[in-house]
């Protein structure tokens, strides 16, 4: 299968601050990739979705302006968490897809401490 | 809209024995199926996939599920646990007919004893 990497694997950060998580598709070029968030001893839970080159499309309940999603490349996105707090502390994982109606290929997933 | 049940958080085994984790899916188009395993601290594997061909489908480490659409289950076996099987499964199904944004089940832990 295809390649994702996600960067960092795990990030500890202050309170109130932002951090940066990078997913990157390294042997394909990926059209959309989707941002997953996990809760300890939970399933996956859909964040947001995006498409290279547009906005990201956010699920029901997720805001936006805390979770700024870039895909400004057909290899890239980024995800950042602004001003954290303790409770956006989880497992972020994103995985990506080259076209519309192909297989997703998931990151190995960033732990984020917000302390 | 879509959806998957895994019955049991939680399943043990003694190394050897047959593994079954459960999933049962609602989808309102034929469904593509998934099976993800997830060791921890890492990101999703996948195990195997129903994609409307075989309804037998093999995948890797040895495990297999049936698609059966008259139960609308999807349920993953392998015949011998082995130690290195003890982790978190996770059954998916796609949004829309193909490949699409995937709904997950909320998993299914094995636990796997000498």
């Known amino acids: 299968g295809a390649v994702v990497s996600q960067h960092p694997s795990r990030v500890i950060c202050k309170s109130g601050t932002s951090v940066k998580i990078e997913c990157r598709s390294l042997?394909?070029?990926?059209?959309?990739m989707f941002w997953y968030r996990q809760f300890p001893k939970q399933s996956l839970m859909l964040m947001a979705t995006?498409?290279?080159?547009?906005?990201?499309?956010?699920e029901q309940g997720v805001e936006k302006d805390k979770f700024l999603i870039n895909h400004a490349s057909l290899t890239l996105s980024t995800l950042t968490v602004t001003s954290a707090h303790p409770e956006d502390s989880s497992f972020y994982i994103c995985s990506a897809r080259q076209g519309f109606d192909t297989e997703a290929f998931f990151g190995q997933g960033t732990r984020l401490t917000v302390v | 809209a879509q959806s998957v049940t895994q019955l049991g958080s939680h399943v043990s085994v003694s190394e050897g024995a047959l593994v079954l984790l459960r999933c049962n899916y609602s989808?309102?188009?034929?469904?593509?199926l998934f099976w993800y395993v997830q060791y921890p601290n890492q990101g999703l594997q996948l195990l195997l996939k129903y994609t409307s061909a075989a309804t037998l489908v093999k995948g890797i480490n040895g495990f297999e599920a049936e698609f059966k659409k008259s139960e609308t289950s999807f349920h993953l076996t392998k015949p011998s646990a082995h130690m290195s099987d003890a982790a978190e499964y996770f059954c998916a199904v796609s949004g829309k007919r193909g490949y699409s944004t995937l709904t997950f089940g909320k998993g299914t832990m094995l636990l796997v004893s000498p």
């Open positions: 042997d394909f070029q990926a059209t959309t």
């Open positions: 989808s309102s188009v034929p469904p593509y």
């Open positions: 995006s498409n290279e080159g547009s906005k990201a499309t956010y």
